[in-house]
Structure formats: C-alpha cells, structure tokens
C-alpha cells in the first residue's frame, strides 16, 4: 500500500502564512489524488476542509486553500489565527482506495 | 443539516467481530458513498472503505479480507463489520458521508459521526 508522507509538526506566527504538504510514495502528486483535508481538534472528529485538490466546503474560511506545488499536494493558511492550533491530514486516492497522511500537528504560537 | 449517528460495541475480545452501525438524519441517504474510517491510538487515520445505496463497495486492499459493509436504505443506515479482531484494531471508528456518485473527484467526506471507541482486549 502507498504510503503518504505529511510534516510531523510546523510552528507558526499568528498572522503569518504556512503551508502544509502531502507526499506520495508512487510519485507526484497530481489532480488524479483528488487530494482532501482535514483539520481535527482535540477531542473532535475531523473536519472537512479541501476536497479535490482545492475545492472549499461552505465553512472552509478563506484562509484557506488547496493547491499542488513541486509534486506535493498542498495545504496554505494564510493569516494564521490562534484556533488554527491543530492537526491536519490529508487522503489521496489510489485507484478505488483512499490512504491517509501521517498529518501535521501545527502550532500556533 | 445532515447528521451521522453511531453505535457499537465498545469493547471486545481478540478474534470477535466488530459491529458498527452509522444512520444518517437530514439530507438523502441514496445517491452517496458512505465510507468507515479509523483512527488509532497514535492518531493515524485509516481509510477502511465505502459502501453506496444499492450495497456496491470498496474497501481497503490491507482489511479486505475482514471487511464487510451492509446498507439498510429503509431506515437510511450503514453498517461495519470487521472479523477476526487483535489488539491492532483498537482504535476510534467514525463513519462519514463520502461523497456522491460514483467519482473520485466528489468524495467530499463532509459529514462525519461522532466516533466509537472500540478496544480489542482479553
């Protein structure tokens, strides 16, 4: 099985920009991974955030965004707010399968 | 508002059956894959599979083999059974509406239940 490989931690200034990235074992990550993202707080279920690579749900906040850059999917938040503090995941699809990344735990401070 | 509503047993011994059932309230139930998905103890996430309204699934190639997922469409409910269980199963199982038809480009997985912990002990 693929594995998909995320930063185990990122730190980050309140109203600075980060950007998370989702690597596959098989190679660059393309729009055929239909890329999602996840955010998930202590004690809660993930939530949704990107789908498809850069599609938003009606409560993704702008900050925001889902891209591909240097092979990787990525996720960007730009103007870090101190309830970003969390972890993120992301899940590609292979094929009639989905994997999931190791996530970020991104620290707001 | 689509809500997901989950329950199962919590607790079970080495090489019983996991059982987990997921309805859904609000929105349609047909014309979307649900999927089953697990989150260990050390927080990795696992994608376990999906199953639509007319019982067509998917499944993750490594739990294959003990996975089966059923669908009762009269009361808009899925469900999850995994064999054989150790100790590595432990673990939060949430179910989530993953998405509709049949592309993977409209796997959402926008809706998610509140997670059953389920521990393999003896």
């Known amino acids: 099985q693929a594995v998909v490989t995320q930063e185990p931690s990122l730190t980050v200034s309140p109203g600075g920009t980060v950007t998370l990235t989702c690597a596959s074992s098989?190679?660059?990550?393309?729009?055929?991974?239909?890329a999602n993202w996840f955010q998930q707080k202590p004690g809660q279920a993930p939530r949704a955030l990107i789908y498809?690579?850069?599609n938003k749900h009606s409560w993704t906040p702008a900050r925001f965004s889902g891209s591909l850059l240097g092979g990787k999917g990525v996720l960007t938040l730009s103007g870090v707010q101190p309830e970003d503090e969390a972890d993120y995941y992301c899940l590609l699809y292979y094929g009639g399968s989905w994997v999931f990344g190791g996530g970020t735990r991104l620290t707001v401070l | 508002q689509v809500q997901l509503q989950q329950w199962g047993a919590g607790l079970l011994k080495p090489s019983e059956t996991l059982s987990l059932t997921c309805a859904v309230y609000g929105g349609s139930f047909n014309g979307y894959f649900w999927t089953w998905i697990r989150q260990s103890p050390g927080k990795q996430l696992e994608w376990i599979g999906e199953i639509n309204h007319s019982g067509n699934t998917n499944y993750n190639p490594s739990l294959k083999s003990r996975v089966t997922m059923s669908v009762d469409t009269s009361k808009s409910q899925f469900s999850l059974h995994l064999t054989s269980v150790t100790a590595a199963d432990t673990a939060v199982y949430y179910c989530?509406?993953?998405?509709?038809?049949?592309?993977?480009?409209?796997?959402?997985?926008?809706?998610w239940g509140q997670g059953t912990l389920v521990t393999v002990s003896s």
């Open positions: 989530a509406r993953g998405g509709a038809g049949t592309a993977p480009s409209k796997r959402k997985n926008d809706y």
């Open positions: 098989t190679g660059a990550v393309t729009s055929g991974f239909y």
């Open positions: 498809s690579t850069n």
